[in-house]
């Protein structure tokens, strides 16, 4: 999921600031670079001589890849406040669209732990009224892309806190750079009233962080180290250089990927220039999912072109009553099929099969092709529209 394909305003950062220095310079503090975390826990310092590439990292409240300077596009991360934000909205959000926002039962899970463990936070107490704002108000979707713009919690806390100093209004900043972080927020934000709900739901993550989440991400994240350094493995020697003149032609030529415990085959995307572009991907549970993060990848780097086929092969009417939605929905689905046809087809079956499991249908045991055009169903102009951006787009034209 990405801005433009919902139709959620473009967050107005300015193209003139890394998203990176506009909150430095914004908080009062010097521009870091990304964390790159060794044996424990580094400094924003960037990576020790003699790092080498491919060696797992051990988890931390910021997991990077260990890297060496020949390695260093597309680098995939973990940090946990973005998990925190999309949790909050996991606990809080109807999930019963096609595609779901979130893992599939993931609430469930996270109750089953909650109640084990005997835990109960503010985001508990505040759930029903916080929810009923949410169903009333279904435009705070796109709140849940805002911490893909920070990179630790402490950072996007400040930036909330310069937000409600300016009461939402940009232009009684401080600074431009402050100016940008407020309109960013206020773009997810604009009503007095959302405002409110966010300070209440700021607060309840808080308290969820110190008496949750916190411990629970790191232990889950470090159960799942396994899996994660298979995924990137396979991610810096298989499939990283074969979508490099896709990710070129689109202008996506650097970036992370952020693995989501949250997230399953939604992820979430959003692109500030040509070499800052943060897709948050499903953190694999195990050896045998490694292939998700990819999947989600794909299906996320597809949305913008199969947006552009969608919008060329409907009509006014269709996009005025929702149906362009839908149908933008179904074709990043099979735009990212069509990428994995062009750089691993042996993955295709997979892909196909990983998807029918996130839409809740009966996955075959044969061949899941038709199964999968079924339930991911386009008019033949929209489906061929798609193949032919893809196609354009892996061609250099």
Same mark, same amino acid.
């Given at each position: 999921?990405?801005?433009?394909?919902?139709?959620?305003?473009?967050?107005?950062?300015?193209?003139?600031?890394?998203?990176?220095?506009?909150?430095?310079?914004?908080?009062?503090?010097?521009?870091?670079?990304?964390?790159?975390?060794?044996?424990?826990?580094?400094?924003?310092?960037?990576?020790?001589?003699?790092?080498? #590439?491919?060696?797992?990292?051990?988890?931390?409240?910021?997991?990077?890849?260990?890297?060496?300077?020949?390695?260093?596009?597309?680098?995939?991360?973990?940090?946990? +406040?973005?998990?925190?934000?999309? +949790?909050?909205?996991?606990?809080?959000?109807?999930?019963?669209?096609?595609?779901?926002?979130?893992?599939?039962?993931?609430?469930?899970?996270?109750? !089953?732990?909650?109640?084990?463990?005997?835990?109960?936070?503010?985001?508990?107490?505040?759930?029903?009224?916080?929810?009923?704002?949410?169903? !009333?108000?279904?435009?705070?979707?796109?709140?849940?892309?805002?911490?893909?713009?920070?990179?630790?919690?402490?950072?996007?806390?400040?930036?909330?806190?310069?937000?409600?100093? =300016?009461?939402?209004?940009?232009?009684? @900043?401080?600074?431009?750079?402050? &100016?940008?972080?407020? #309109?960013?927020? !206020? =773009?997810?934000?604009?009503?007095?009233?959302?405002?409110?709900? *966010?300070?209440?739901?700021? +607060?309840?993550?808080?308290?969820?962080?110190?008496?949750?989440?916190?411990?629970?991400?790191?232990?889950?994240?470090?159960?799942?180290?396994?899996?994660?350094?298979?995924?990137?493995?396979?991610?810096?020697?298989?499939? %990283?250089?074969?979508?490099?003149?896709?990710?070129?032609?689109?202008?996506?030529?650097?970036?992370?990927?952020?693995?989501?415990?949250?997230?399953?085959?939604?992820?979430?995307?959003?692109?500030?220039? %040509?070499?800052?572009?943060?897709? #948050?991907?499903?953190?694999?549970?195990?050896? *045998?999912?490694?292939?998700?993060?990819?999947?989600?990848?794909?299906?996320?780097?597809?949305? #913008?072109?199969?947006?552009?086929?969608?919008?060329?092969?409907?009509?006014?009417?269709?996009?005025?009553?929702?149906? =362009?939605? %839908?149908? !933008?929905?179904?074709?990043?689905?099979?735009?990212?099929?069509?990428?994995? *046809?062009?750089? &691993?087809? $042996?993955?295709?079956?997979?892909?196909?099969?990983?998807?029918?499991?996130? =839409?809740?249908?009966?996955?075959?045991?044969? $061949?899941?092709?038709?199964?999968?055009?079924?339930?991911?169903?386009?008019?033949? @102009?929209?489906?061929? *529209?798609?193949?032919?951006?893809? $196609?354009?787009?892996?061609?250099?034209?």
């Amino acid at each position: 999921m990405s801005l433009s394909i919902v139709g959620i305003p473009e967050v107005p950062l300015s193209k003139r600031w890394g998203r990176s220095m506009l909150v430095a310079l914004a908080l009062g503090c010097a521009p870091q670079g990304p964390v790159l975390v060794e044996a424990t826990p580094a400094p924003n310092t960037g990576p020790p001589p003699g790092t080498i #590439a491919g060696t797992p990292a051990a988890p931390g409240k910021d997991m990077g890849t260990r890297t060496s300077a020949r390695d260093m596009t597309w680098r995939v991360y973990a940090r946990e +406040h973005v998990d925190l934000w999309l +949790h909050g909205f996991a606990m809080l959000q109807a999930d019963s669209t096609l595609v779901p926002y979130f893992r599939p039962g993931y609430r469930t899970h996270i109750e !089953a732990v909650r109640r084990e463990r005997r835990v109960t936070t503010t985001l508990d107490a505040s759930r029903e009224r916080l929810s009923s704002y949410i169903d !009333a108000n279904p435009r705070l979707i796109s709140a849940q892309f805002l911490p893909l713009y920070f990179q630790t919690w402490e950072e996007m806390r400040e930036g909330f806190d310069l937000f409600l100093s =300016a009461d939402g209004n940009p232009r009684r @900043a401080r600074d431009q750079a402050s &100016a940008q972080v407020v #309109a960013t927020f !206020a =773009a997810s934000f604009p009503q007095r009233r959302d405002r409110e709900w *966010a300070r209440s739901f700021v +607060h309840a993550l808080d308290d969820e962080r110190t008496r949750f989440y916190g411990e629970y991400w790191l232990a889950e994240t470090r159960a799942r180290e396994g899996a994660r350094t298979t995924f990137e493995l396979a991610w810096r020697t298989r499939f %990283r250089g074969r979508l490099e003149r896709f990710l070129t032609n689109v202008q996506e030529d650097d970036g992370e990927v952020l693995l989501s415990l949250t997230l399953g085959g939604e992820g979430r995307t959003v692109s500030v220039n %040509r070499r800052e572009n943060y897709v #948050a991907v499903p953190f694999p549970d195990d050896d *045998a999912a490694a292939n998700e993060p990819v999947f989600v990848f794909l299906h996320e780097i597809a949305g #913008a072109p199969s947006a552009v086929a969608v919008r060329d092969q409907t009509t006014p009417a269709e996009q005025r009553d929702g149906t =362009a939605d %839908r149908y !933008a929905s179904l074709a990043a689905v099979r735009g990212g099929a069509i990428i994995l *046809a062009h750089v &691993a087809p $042996d993955l295709v079956p997979e892909y196909q099969r990983y998807y029918l499991r996130i =839409a809740r249908a009966r996955v075959p045991d044969g $061949d899941p092709t038709s199964a999968f055009e079924r339930s991911f169903s386009l008019p033949d @102009a929209v489906r061929d *529209a798609v193949a032919r951006q893809i $196609d354009i787009i892996l061609g250099g034209i």
